[in-house]
T-cell receptor, first 114, second 115 residues
């Protein structure tokens, strides 16, 4: 399975500011995903990021709030814009495995908005 | 669209006891099924997966799961748990043969193993 790292591992931010989360993979992957895990909740897919194309957002998530970049096959960023306390969550990136069916997850970024 | 129901939000057990974490899914198409584990303050780790073939799937750390198509279930089992198995467990599903590989997760089951 791929080795996935995320930066930062955690952060405390003030409302109204933005935070960019980085996701780095040790091998080239076609599809990368960004998930949100709100406190005590399950994972919700924010968007799918393919290299060379615009990210595809799930219902309830918009590009202005969660812009995503995918400049190459090993890297992606997710920005959480104009943050409010409701954005306090763990944000995880994931990639598909070689079979394409399973996903492997990064360690997550724990965001607290005050 | 797919949906996943994990029937127990919390399961407390004693060390060395057997455990079963229940998962039911709903889908109008064939699916792949997964169990993930999340240890405190960590990301998700893939425990096991069902893609095709034998309905009994073995994973890491002594866990296994059985796919039951007629009951649309994919329950996770371990014959003897350890303190270190204390974690949140998530059942997930994705459409077989789909092109977007979107995972739909259940709400999770917190397994607490007590000494």
């Amino acid at each position: 399975s791929a080795v996935i790292s995320q930066k930062p591992s955690r952060d405390i931010c003030q409302r109204g500011t933005s935070l960019t989360i980085q996701c780095q993979v040790d091998s080239q992957v076609t599809m990368m995903f960004w998930y949100r895990q709100q406190p005590g909740q399950s994972l919700t897919l924010i968007a799918t990021a393919n290299q060379g194309s615009e990210a595809t957002y799930e219902s309830g998530f918009v590009i202005d709030k969660f812009p995503i970049s995918r400049p190459n096959l090993t890297f992606s960023t997710l920005t959480v814009s104009n943050m409010s306390p409701e954005d306090s969550s763990i944000y995880l990136c994931s990639v598909t495995g070689q079979l394409g069916s399973e996903q492997y997850f990064g360690p997550g970024t724990r965001l607290t908005v005050t | 669209a797919q949906s996943v129901t994990q029937l127990d939000s919390q399961v407390p057990v004693f060390e060395e006891a057997p455990v079963e974490l229940r998962c039911n899914y709903s889908s109008s198409v064939s699916v792949y099924l997964f169990w993930y584990v999340q240890y405190p303050n960590q990301g998700l780790q893939l425990l096991l997966k069902y893609l095709s073939g034998s309905t009994l799937v073995k994973g890491i750390n002594g866990f296994e799961a059985e796919f039951n198509k007629s009951q649309t279930s994919f329950h996770l089992r371990k014959p003897s748990v350890h303190i270190s198995d204390t974690a949140e467990y998530f059942c997930a599903v994705t459409r077989r043969g789909g092109s977007n590989y979107k995972l739909t997760f259940g709400k999770g089951t917190l397994l607490t193993v007590n000494p």
